[in-house]
């Protein structure tokens, strides 16, 4: 087995239901059926000798949370599981990746595996259901992008690439984009394989997006270059250089919901908000690391950025690797709110129902705030290590988390007001 770890992140207004009609060449027909293969079933034997596994036990007994707030652990992966996703139409499956190079879609209800998604020898370090929930794509460091039919537990469709990095799924269409180490971007149709390159700057590409039109993608590269692209003809839109935008790598990226804005964020504690239409810096935040009684002898790294689900709520969060989370007012240009967890923030996820942003930790909690105050109402515990991943379901009653715990965890919250009074609840009987 491979140790690998994934790679480390160290305007006018659109009409909403402008959907993509991409060229009839690049359309998927959802009828096809015809490259349905047999999926095999297993989990690979783990052994380890008697010295190994005491100090593992050791270790885990003093990094254990002091409750576990989680309704269901998910226990098959046999090494950190990197990456998971949750199926946004019934919300029944989910979908983990792991270092143990396995992928596993699997019952949200029971825990149950559903079915293996076997063929993988590296860390699977990307994994997401379509938008209609009948397909799973999963890949690994190796460059194996596989796409599993949901109603057969059957491969539908795979390819090899260079250094992949990370994927998405097109917002309506069986599309598929993906990034490597190299910069190159690929975009298939599946299942015929048709592949359009989305030629890269000879620099990586940690992240991407497809824009809510579902007509163009951004993608953001390590020597700080963010570029928009056309989907229909490969070509691009708008390039926002290093001089007016990130003069590093840039390592996340979130799009606003009326289709208008791009927020990113990455090294040297850079935000910057960009215009889809024109390809113009609107804004840039610095994120301070440093607070009162220290100073700071290397810059912030944004890890994650999102904004606001509400497009009436002009706000956008950001969270370093140090630990901060900051609230910007872009539309007055204002810090409203810094908040310090005491541990590295690696993902974001704002509930679109509430004014709630769930914040992994790299101690093994999701803390809950609340983004028009800025408190931290409550904290989600069990994971006893790193959480690498957590996604949301779409009527926002629960989230999943990845963790180098080697599980994966679901948290039943059906309302921040019942996460927050669940713990709440714990808490006061504990003491």
Not at 37 to 60: H, V
Not at 381 to 395: A, F, K, P, T
Request: glycine fraction near 8%.
């Amino acid at each position: 087995m491979k140790q690998d770890t994934p790679p480390a992140s160290p305007g006018q207004q659109e009409e909403e239901d402008d959907v993509v009609e991409l060229d009839e060449e690049f359309i998927v027909d959802e009828d096809e059926d015809d490259y349905e293969n047999d999926n095999g079933f297993g989990i690979s034997d783990i052994s380890m000798d008697d010295e190994d596994g005491q100090d593992e036990m050791s270790e885990a007994a003093s990094n254990a949370p002091k409750r576990d707030d989680s309704e269901l652990v998910f226990s098959k992966h046999t090494g950190s599981v990197f990456c998971c996703h949750l199926e946004q139409k019934m919300g029944c499956l989910a979908v983990t990746g792991g270092e143990d190079e396995k992928a596993y879609v699997w019952k949200t209800r029971t825990g149950e595996v559903e079915f293996e998604c076997t063929g993988h020898n590296d860390s699977v370090i990307g994994v997401e259901f379509n938008h209609d929930g009948s397909l799973v794509a999963t890949g690994d460091m190796g460059g194996l992008i596989q796409v599993w039919k949901i109603s057969s537990k059957s491969l539908l469709w795979s390819e090899n690439i260079s250094e992949f990095v990370w994927l998405k799924w097109h917002k309506s269409a069986n599309v598929l984009l993906a990034g490597t180490q190299a910069g190159e971007v690929y975009l298939w149709k599946v299942p015929t394989g048709e592949c359009k390159v989305l030629a890269g700057n000879k620099a990586n590409t940690d992240c991407g997006a497809f824009l809510h039109d579902g007509k163009r993608a951004v993608i953001c590269y390590a020597n700080g270059i963010i570029k928009i692209y056309d989907l229909k003809t490969s070509q691009v839109l708008h390039t926002i250089g290093s001089l007016e935008g990130h003069s590093g790598t840039v390592s996340c990226i979130d799009i606003h919901p009326d289709n208008n804005l791009i927020v990113t964020g990455g090294e040297f504690g850079q935000i910057v908000l960009t215009k889809t239409q024109t390809g113009k810096v609107a804004s840039k935040f610095e994120c301070d690391d440093t607070s009162s009684n220290e100073s700071s002898n290397h810059p912030a790294w944004v890890e994650a950025v999102c904004f606001s689900k509400d497009a009436n709520f002009p706000l956008v969060v950001a969270a370093t690797l140090s630990g901060n989370i900051f609230i910007w007012d872009y539309s007055k240009l204002a810090l409203r709110h810094k908040i310090s967890v005491g541990h590295g923030i690696s993902r974001l996820l704002w509930d679109p129902l509430s004014t709630t942003v769930y914040a992994a930790d790299l101690d093994g909690a999701i803390q809950i705030l609340n983004a028009r105050t800025g408190e931290v109402q409550a904290a989600l515990l069990g994971h006893s290590q790193n959480i690498l991943d957590i996604c949301l379901s779409s009527d926002s009653s629960m989230i999943i988390s990845a963790s180098d715990d080697k599980t994966a965890r679901l948290f039943a919250i059906n309302a921040p007001e019942r996460a927050a009074s669940k713990v709440g609840i714990q808490d006061s009987m504990e003491n």
